[in-house]
């Protein structure tokens, strides 16, 4: 059963809007919420995280909300730019004994159209 | 800044032939993973170190084994290669012992895998 749930395969969207990507989660015990960007044949980069004591946190044109009590999280890109063209995946973390887990969703493909 | 390699950004192998990837990190870092990324599939953990010499099974560890010599160095094998095998592969590491930002991996640049 998925812990971490993308649910949008692909968005599409116009340059120079708003791009808004959601996941949703199901384990309580996450405490870190990130987000990862990967381009075709490279590997996933760091993108922006949040803490779950936290409902938002920014950098650039890259924001992260958190509904704790939806169990929600998006990430809002503003404006959306031809090279934000790739897939980004949500993940959340959480301490399984003395260890840290981290679980992925399954991704979701953003085009940005010029 | 944080570098993660892989020995090979490309690789073709043959059905049966036994595969090697390797992967290295600067930062000392005490957590090593390996995944592997299938379109629809996301990433999906196939094994993973603590410490030297230590591992543990992810999600999807069969037809695979791995080996944690060094701190430094992680290494996926593939000892008789199939064609579902056929993957990006990726290796990331992270901070272990509750560190400050102990939850973010970094990744390296992949392998691309095919076997024929």
């Known amino acids: 059963d998925q812990q971490v749930k993308q649910n949008s395969p692909s968005l599409s969207v116009q340059e120079g809007r708003i791009s808004i990507l959601n996941c949703d989660y199901t384990?309580?015990?996450?405490?870190?919420f990130l987000w990862y960007k990967k381009y075709p044949a490279e590997g996933p980069t760091f993108l922006i995280s949040i803490s779950s004591i936290k409902d938002k946190n920014e950098d650039g044109r890259f924001t992260v909300f958190l509904n704790k009590s939806a169990k929600h999280l998006s990430l809002h890109i503003v404006p959306s730019q031809p090279g934000d063209s790739a897939v980004y995946f949500c993940a959340a973390s959480y301490y399984a004994g003395n260890n840290r887990k981290l679980i992925w969703g399954l991704g979701t493909s953003l085009g940005v159209n010029p | 800044d944080v570098k993660v390699t892989q020995s090979s950004r490309y690789l073709v192998k043959r059905t049966g032939e036994k595969v090697f990837l390797e992967c290295v990190q600067d930062?000392?870092?005490?957590?090593m993973f390996w995944y592997r990324q299938d379109p629809g599939l996301g990433l999906r953990l196939i094994y993973f170190s603590y410490d030297v010499k230590m591992k543990e099974k992810g999600d999807i560890p069969e037809g695979y084994s791995v080996s944690r010599e060094k701190k430094e160095r992680f290494s996926l094998i593939l000892e008789s290669a199939s064609t579902n095998q056929t993957s990006m592969y990726l290796c990331a590491s992270s901070f272990g012992g509750a560190r400050a930002r102990d939850y973010e991996q970094y990744f390296g640049p992949g392998t691309r895998l095919t076997v024929t």
């Open positions: 384990n309580s015990m996450f405490d870190y």
């Open positions: 930062m000392d870092h005490e957590n």
